[in-house]
Nanobody, 124 residues
Framework: QVQLVESGGGLVQAGGSLRLSCLAS????????TGWFRQPPGKEREFVGG????????YYADAGKGRFTISRDNARNTVYLQMNSLKPEDTAVYYC?????????????????WGRGTQVTVSS
């Protein structure tokens, strides 16, 4: 059973930056995808972006393109979400998720393991 733990959330002013981390308890899925999602208050969970462990291929939702960067550190079993130029509408609980197999997916239901999330609040 893979466990995922997010960290790095907090309160930041608009225009600021945060780096979220997702630590996996094990890295046994060579080539599998890890995704970042977020859930704004009162809204459904939405895809932010994802990365393939093997090769580091990334894919982003439109909301984060040009502002968010996903990277991974294989030695540390950690995936990062670097968020720059943050906006109040980026306020949400951010989750990382992992698939046992398959490519990056924008669908919540495609992922097998989820972290508990970390709160990001962007003030105006």
């Amino acid at each position: 059973q893979v466990q995922l733990v997010e960290s790095g959330g907090g309160l930041v002013q608009a225009g600021g930056s945060l780096r979220l981390s997702c630590l996996a308890s094990e890295r046994t899925f060579s080539g599998e995808a890890t995704g970042w999602f977020r859930q704004p208050p009162g809204k459904e969970r939405e895809f932010v972006g994802g990365i393939i462990w093997s090769g580091g291929y990334t894919y982003y939702a439109d909301a984060g393109k040009g502002r968010f960067t996903i990277s991974r550190d294989n030695a540390r079993n950690t995936v990062y979400l670097q968020m720059n130029s943050l906006k109040p509408e980026d306020t949400a609980v951010y989750y990382c998720a992992a698939r046992r197999r398959g490519a990056i997916s924008v669908s919540v239901t495609a992922y097998d393991y989820w972290g508990r999330g970390t709160q990001v609040t962007v003030s105006s």
